[in-house]
């Protein structure tokens, strides 16, 4: 058996390797507009039921896409921003170096 691996050095073997860069920030993207998403909808004291009414999305697609787990078309963020009484926002922004 192979000696263990720290985590910096895990996740820079993992990182070298082709494609895996995109789908890092692929994730990332997920993520954070899940987070918000979750956050915001919280925020207005909504289940996940209630936004998934005020979206015309059913609960489980709602816990999904909070849970980061999909990546949501540009109709779909405009309905969940209605939804949340937000306006939506898309921007360009200048790559950051990983950590």
Same mark, same amino acid.
């Given at each position: ?23 890092? +920030? ?5 993520? +954070? ?9 919280? /925020?207005?004291?909504? @289940? !996940? ?5 005020? @979206? ?9 896409? /909070?849970?980061?787990? @999909? ?13 949340? +009484?937000?306006?939506?926002?898309? !921007?360009? !922004?200048?790559?950051? /170096?990983?950590?």
């Amino acid at each position: 058996m192979g000696e263990r691996k720290a985590w910096s050095e895990k996740r820079a073997e993992i990182m070298g390797r082709p494609g895996a860069g995109a789908a890092y +920030e692929a994730a990332r993207i997920r993520f +954070e507009l899940g987070e918000a998403v979750r956050l915001r909808r919280e /925020e207005l004291g909504l @289940t !996940q039921a209630e936004l998934a009414e005020r @979206t015309g999305l059913k609960q489980p697609a709602v816990a999904r896409f /909070e849970a980061g787990g @999909t990546m949501p078309t540009i109709p779909m963020l405009e309905r969940l921003a209605e939804a949340l +009484e937000l306006r939506l926002s898309v !921007q360009f !922004q200048p790559m950051r /170096e990983a950590c």
